[in-house]
């Protein structure tokens, strides 16, 4: 089956720890995305990659930081500076081209206290 | 700025029909997307509208005026499945979704 994975679910972590989350898609797709989710608010783009090896900034992207080695994983560590890193955490990929859907992994919904 | 807009929150009874609208101000315009999210869950890809008109499938239509900047999502025969968050986003000059806050849909039997 193809798709997009993400792990874990819930993730906690005590405030001034660096945390990874990692993204993993087997889609063959180019691009990848990394946004966060706020009640009431819409997906906030953090981090977008649309080859491997490189990678740009989003809206929101202090604190946190990217990396894209392979085509098949983007992972996301939130960092530190982060100053309200608890949210849902959304990893997203899309085919190459400019305006094709993204395919959303399940999430994953980090606490820090 | 960029703006999307749509309702918070709708009712609607199973079996019926409704209509999420969205509007939007944004820099360039090169596309509209629906997405589906059920609570604590991934979005899902509903509808991608680019030029003007309705685009139906299935249960679900969307409709989309460019000079208005407006979409709405029409979802027919609900089922107490269709309970969930419609996001609508839309593609910018730069290829990059700017995305609305979802409209959380309640259906009562």
């Known amino acids: 089956d193809g798709g997009i994975t993400q792990s874990p679910k819930y993730l906690f972590r005590k405030e001034g720890q660096n945390v990874t989350l990692s993204c993993e898609q087997n889609?063959?797709?180019?691009?990848m995305y990394w946004y966060r989710q706020d009640p009431g608010q819409g997906l906030r783009l953090i981090y977008y990659?649309?080859?491997?090896?490189?990678?740009q900034k989003g809206d929101i992207a202090e604190g946190y930081s990217v990396s894209r080695e392979k085509k098949e994983s983007f992972p996301l560590t939130v960092t530190s500076a982060q100053k309200n890193p608890t949210a849902f955490y959304l990893c997203?990929?899309?085919?190459?081209?400019?305006?094709?859907?993204?395919?959303f992994g399940p999430g994953t919904r980090l606490t820090v206290t | 700025g960029q703006n999307i807009d749509q309702p918070t929150e709708m009712t609607a009874t199973e079996g019926a029909i409704v209509q999420i609208n969205c509007t939007y101000q944004?820099?360039?315009?090169?596309?509209l997307f629906w997405y589906q999210q059920h609570a604590g869950e991934a979005p899902t890809f509903l509808s991608y509208n680019v030029l003007d008109g309705l685009e139906e499938k299935g249960r679900f239509s969307s409709f989309l005026s460019r000079s208005k900047g407006y979409s709405y999502l029409l979802l027919k025969e609900l089922q107490m499945k269709d309970s969930a968050s419609y996001l609508c986003?839309?593609?910018?000059?730069?290829?990059?979704?700017?995305w609305g806050a979802g409209t959380k849909l309640i259906i009562k039997p």
């Open positions: 990659s649309q080859i491997v090896n490189d990678f």
């Open positions: 889609l063959n797709h180019d691009a």
């Open positions: 997203a990929s899309s085919a190459a081209g400019e305006a094709n859907e993204q395919y």
């Open positions: 944004t820099s360039g315009f090169n596309g």
């Open positions: 986003a839309v593609m910018d000059s730069n290829y990059q979704l700017i």
